[in-house]
Antibody, heavy 120, light 111 residues
Framework: QVQLVESGGGVVQPGRSLRLSCAAS????????MHWVRQAPGKGLEWVAG????????YHADSVKGRFTISRDNSKNTLYLQMNSLRVEDTAVYYC?????????????WGKGTTVTVSS | QSALTQPASVSGSPGQSITVSCTAT?????????VSWYQQHPGNAPKLIIY???NRPSGVSHRFSGSKSGNTASLTISGLQAEDEADYYC???????????FGTGTKVTVL
């Protein structure tokens, strides 16, 4: 079945880096735009970053621009989020999400999430 | 990025109907038809329940329905059930450098 499985979360000190991965299965990964969405403890959802089906177009929220980079490897059916210069406020559950587009635009498949804790 | 505004909480008794609103600037909900809604139970990932304002994915109960008027989108839950108790988020596709924006979230309580 269609599945997204995130990994790479953990506890990291402020200013350090972490790379999240998302393994996709059950669908043609290379045909879909993908996103990362995060949720801080007790807070709402926040869109973090997205990229087109072929990775040629990337988009990042202002809150992470210049620090986080989204990328993908379609040969490995994997989505990545490189997170540098981490801050305490980046602490959250990070979800990997598939986008449905053309003619509609919404996020239809979500992974279970991976937890990132930034703390000294 | 500005968020879409939702009421913090809405409650109702079993069998009743409730409505969750989602209000934004014209550049979000009002200007676009790509409004979606997500249900999130504690400890779980969000689940898509409405897309393109009014459409239900396969497998989602007919008790969930969506609508939009001007700058406000709405989610209605009919015949409220205990299992509907969860957090609900609206979202709008922006089609710009910020691809999606989420609402502030609404906690639905079944009394």
């Amino acid at each position: 079945q269609v599945q997204l499985v995130e990994s790479g979360g953990g506890v990291v000190q402020p200013g350090r880096s972490l790379r999240l991965s998302c393994a996709a299965s059950g669908f043609t990964f290379s045909s879909y735009a993908m996103h990362w969405v995060r949720q801080a403890p007790g807070k709402g959802l926040e869109w973090v970053a997205g990229l087109s089906y072929d990775g040629s177009n990337t988009y990042h929220a202002d809150s992470v621009k210049g620090r986080f980079t989204i990328s993908r490897d379609n040969s490995k059916n994997t989505l990545y989020l490189q997170m540098n210069s981490l801050r305490v406020e980046d602490t959250a559950v990070y979800y990997c999400v598939r986008e449905r587009s053309h003619p509609h635009y919404y996020m239809d498949v979500w992974g279970k999430g991976t937890t990132v804790t930034v703390s000294s | 990025q500005s968020a879409l505004t939702q009421p913090a909480s809405v409650s109702g008794s079993p069998g009743q109907s409730i409505t969750v609103s989602c209000t934004a600037t014209s550049s979000d909900v009002g200007g676009y038809k790509y409004v979606s809604w997500y249900q999130q139970h504690p400890g779980n990932a969000p689940k898509l329940i409405i897309y393109n304002v009014t459409n239900r994915p396969s497998g989602v109960s007919h008790r969930f329905s969506g609508s939009k008027s001007g700058n406000t989108a709405s989610l209605t839950i009919s015949g409220l059930q205990a299992e509907d108790e969860a957090d609900y988020y609206c979202s709008s596709y922006r089609g710009s450098s910020t691809r999606f924006v989420f609402g502030t979230g609404t906690k639905v309580t079944v009394l």
